[in-house]
Each structure stands twice: as structure tokens, then as C-alpha cells.
């Protein structure tokens, strides 16, 4: 835990250690939310992975930063709607 003192106030901070190497770079880019880029550093880390262990913790990143099914049906659900809703809209006019 790393304190740091700004305006007065005192604020805590965890400090979490990654793993050093393509592992530790993948899980620092969806840290910042560039899953792409996790994906793509977790993909190569994966196939050149030293050990049973670093293959393992690369897996669990592509498996944490897998598109959720159920989102993306929920998004094309909602778009036909609104594609069908526009339609219908069109021929009323």
C-alpha cells in the first residue's frame, strides 16, 4: 500500500504487482482498458510462453477479456429493434 498526501488529504493507493514479461504488459493494457491490445500481448505471451504457469496466467487474460455473448446479443437485438422500428416508421409516412 503506497500513501500519497495531496491537498491536504492523505490517499491510499494499492500497489499490485504484475508479472514481469508479455503477461505482465497484456494485463497492464486492460488495466487501462485496451483489451484489443491485451488480447493481441496475451495471444503471443501464449505461444511463446517459457512455462506451464506463464501459459496458464495468459489464458486467464484472453478468458477475462473475452467479448461477453450476452452483451453483444442484447446490441443486435436492440439494433434489429430499431432498424424494424425506423422501417415501420418510414411506411406510415
Known amino acids: 500500500m ?7 488529504k492523505v490517499s491510499v493507493e494499492t500497489v499490485v504487482e504484475r508479472p514481469a514479461g ?6 497492464e493494457a486492460a488495466s487501462r482498458g485496451d483489451f484489443r491490445q491485451a488480447r493481441k500481448l496475451a495471444r503471443s ?4 510462453a ?3 504457469d506463464a501459459a496458464a496466467r495468459a ?15 442484447t446490441a443486435l ?5 430499431i432498424a424494424v422500428a425506423a ?3 418510414l411506411q406510415h409516412h
Open 2 to 8: 503506497a500513501r500519497r498526501r495531496q491537498g491536504g
Open 22 to 27: 508479455p503477461v505482465g504488459l497484456a494485463l
Open 45 to 48: 505471451a501464449l505461444a511463446g
Open 50 to 52: 517459457p512455462s506451464a
Open 59 to 73: 489464458r486467464q487474460v484472453l478468458d477475462d477479456t473475452r467479448p461477453d455473448p450476452a452483451a453483444l446479443l
Open 77 to 81: 437485438a436492440v439494433l434489429a429493434i
Open 87 to 89: 422501417w415501420v416508421a
